[in-house]
């Protein structure tokens, strides 16, 4: 094959391992702007590591659920929704509630993609329906609570939070 997906497959893990790195480092030595804390200055250029670890995540992930033998028990799981959380917890202290949820369905695709099992599906979205609220109460800030109510009722925020979305759409 042309593409070296083999090499790219012994690299997802430390490939995964320097991003989570990056992130941390994020968080000591990151720069602050507008309250958060969620880039490296590499004085030619600002870089944000949450946003590449996308793409290290997908392919750790893929990786996981590829090499899983145990895909049709909920305990296969583990591992790719671990691999997920861990960034998506330290992402969300930056605070970037945004890059952090962009996470969470990675494994879910890709264990759907692998061939997990349908009802195994239900156990998780049982699971984010008793999680939604606690997030909403206990792990949300109240100027992100007015972005997710600015999204889903554009049309009550037309004049603060969802100025942009409802004058983009005409």
């Not at 049709?72 to 952090?100: E, F």
Request: with cysteine; glycine share 6%.
């Amino acid at each position: 094959t042309i593409f070296p997906y083999r090499m790219l497959a012994r690299l997802s893990y430390p490939l995964y391992l320097l991003h989570l790195g990056l992130i941390l480092l994020v968080s000591v030595a990151g720069v602050v702007r507008n309250g958060s804390r969620r880039w490296l200055d590499l004085k030619f250029m600002m870089f944000q590591p949450s946003l590449t670890m996308t793409i290290a995540l997908i392919i750790a992930v893929a990786c996981c659920v590829a090499a899983s033998r145990k895909l049709h028990r909920l305990s296969g799981w583990l591992p790719p929704m671990l691999l997920s959380a861990i960034p998506a917890v330290l992402v969300k202290a930056q605070p970037d509630l945004g890059t952090s949820l962009t996470y969470l369905p990675i494994p879910i695709v890709l264990l759907f993609a692998g061939g997990a099992k349908k009802r195994h599906f239900l156990g998780i979205l049982a699971v984010a329906v008793v999680a939604l609220p606690l997030l909403w109460c206990f792990g949300m800030k109240p100027y992100q609570q007015a972005r997710v109510k600015a999204l889903l009722f554009p049309d009550q925020h037309q004049a603060t939070e969802a100025y942009q979305t409802t004058h983009s759409l005409w």
